[in-house]
């Protein structure tokens, strides 16, 4: 299906395709085995997706870890791809967590936990390198998709807001490295994930005083809301990024 698209597709993985696979309504799935599945069928080679294709710089080999970590540059601006799903990035904070709805059991949850700190540092620095690579190439923006919600708003879990508790989040190393590469950068960065459904386009806090003035958060549609977003690059303006959401009738 996304060999169809007329376009070039970048597909970037998100929790319905395996961090989610372990829950018993989703079929009771090893998510590692999932992942690995997704690594080998969706990235069959360098190129993207669709009926005419682009190559596109990988963060790993083919079929092999973090090659679904992407990288393009095109029009005056790079383009990232990253692995960040939601369900709280794959960290399992607790054996409640590990069991619920799911038949995983403590080996699993503990095989998770460690492919999480793996994949967590290698998305690190995959986007510190693209921040260089953007420098050196005096683009006027950068834009990093991912499909997890770091945690602007809602909370990732039931119990526990991670915005307020570091710890139990896996989002927040990746999110404080970001900051800083984004305080470093003459240019616009536009952050766009996914994951909780509402169309959203602003300027987070970072911190309770102060925002980053360069850094906008576009948060897509997502089911039952099926619309889509079209932004416009113009590395000539300010802003570079403009945003407009598209209502499905």
Request: charge should be negative.
């Amino acid at each position: 299906m996304f060999g169809t698209m007329v376009k070039p597709v970048v597909y970037v993985p998100g929790d319905n395709e395996w961090t989610d696979c372990h829950r018993t309504n989703n079929g009771g799935y090893d998510g590692l085995e999932r992942l690995s599945y997704i690594r080998t069928v969706m990235f069959p080679t360098l190129n993207s997706l669709g009926q005419s294709t682009m190559v596109l710089e990988h963060q790993g080999k083919l079929g092999e870890k973090f090659v679904e970590n992407t990288r393009f540059a095109h029009g005056g601006v790079v383009f990232v791809g990253i692995n960040q799903p939601g369900s709280n990035n794959n960290l399992i904070t607790n054996e409640t967590e590990c069991k619920n709805k799911s038949v995983r059991d403590n080996v699993q949850c503990d095989a998770s936990n460690a492919e999480y700190l793996e994949r967590d540092s290698a998305n690190v620095a995959w986007m510190q390198a693209s921040f260089t690579v953007a420098k050196a190439q005096n683009a006027a923006g950068i834009v990093v998709v991912t499909q997890g919600n770091p945690g602007f708003d809602l909370p990732e879990t039931e119990d526990v807001y991670e915005s307020t508790d570091p710890a139990s989040s896996g989002f927040r190393h990746f999110m404080a490295k970001l900051v800083e590469q984004t305080e470093q950068y003459a240019g616009q960065v536009l952050f766009v994930h996914g994951d909780t459904h509402f169309f959203k386009l602003d300027k987070p806090l970072y911190s309770p005083t102060r925002l980053l003035p360069n850094f906008t958060r576009l948060q897509t549609f997502g089911s039952p809301s099926l619309h889509w977003v079209r932004v416009v690059v113009d590395p000539s303006t300010a802003n570079v990024f403009t945003v407009h959401p598209v209502i499905v009738k």
